[in-house]
């Protein structure tokens, strides 16, 4: 069975500063990790996915993740982040075993930013 | 291109009443999954169609649920008797059948709650 963490419930933040939102994952097989973003009243927009290749993927809106295997970590980070980019932000992987098909969530992190 | 829609986005019955919800994927999509979210905790899947053909339905909760996607375009899923923890925001996303790699691309949910 696969897992998906997400330590931070909410992270507030100051607008132009940079962020950091946490993600571990625990799998026994391979897998696909993805990041969406809910912003209120809307659904689940993917922002970046990890399938193969260069550890670091860019996404959408200037958001960028780092998967690193030996920590079996995905984490998102953005540098200077906006006040529309508050909104609900969930970590999650795609496992092998499910042909690549079934979404394993984490419990989301709520990103607030104040001017 | 329309995105995936889902009605209602509101429905609020009381326990033991019938509620049927809907998912439109978008057009050619041959990958139909749904996912729940009960507040608080992870968005958990539910079960994946490919065409009319249920492919994986190991998160149904039990047989209260009933999924169903006729003709392989749109998909029901009925709850029937509600109980009061079937409350939370029930997705839809859709995907196409060509790669494991493709994108699920979501619908705004429909947010139930049982009294």
């Known amino acids: 069975a696969q897992s998906v963490t997400q330590l931070d419930s909410q992270v507030p933040v100051f607008e132009e500063a940079p962020v950091e939102l946490r993600c571990n994952y625990s799998?026994?097989?391979?897998?696909?990790l993805f990041w969406y973003v809910q912003y209120p009243n809307q659904g689940l927009q993917l922002l970046l996915k990890?399938?193969?290749?260069?550890?670091l993927v860019k996404g959408i809106n200037g958001f960028e993740a780092e998967f690193n295997k030996s920590q079996t970590s995905f984490h998102l980070r953005k540098p200077s982040v906006h006040i529309s980019d508050t909104a609900e932000y969930f970590c999650?992987?795609?496992?092998?075993?499910?042909?690549?098909?079934?979404?394993?969530f984490g419990t989301g992190t709520r990103l607030l930013v104040s001017p | 291109e329309a995105g995936v829609t889902q009605f209602p986005s509101h429905s609020v019955i009381e326990k033991g009443q019938t509620v049927t919800l809907r998912c439109d994927p978008i057009s050619g999509h041959d990958n139909l999954y749904w996912y729940r979210r009960v507040m608080g905790k992870e968005i958990k899947f539910l079960l994946h169609f490919v065409k009319e053909s249920k492919q994986d339905e190991s998160g149904m909760p039990n047989n209260r649920f009933l999924a169903e996607r006729t003709g392989g375009t749109y998909s029901t899923l009925k709850v029937q008797p509600a109980e009061l923890e079937d409350s939370g925001v029930y997705f839809c996303?859709?995907?196409?059948?060509?790669?494991?790699?493709?994108?699920?691309?979501f619908g705004p949910g429909t947010r139930l709650t049982v009294l």
């Open positions: 999650a992987v795609r496992p092998w075993d499910t042909g690549f098909q079934k979404l394993v």
């Open positions: 990890y399938l193969s290749g260069s550890t």
């Open positions: 996303a859709s995907s196409q059948l060509s790669a494991s790699t493709d994108t699920q691309y």
């Open positions: 799998s026994s097989v391979s897998v696909y």
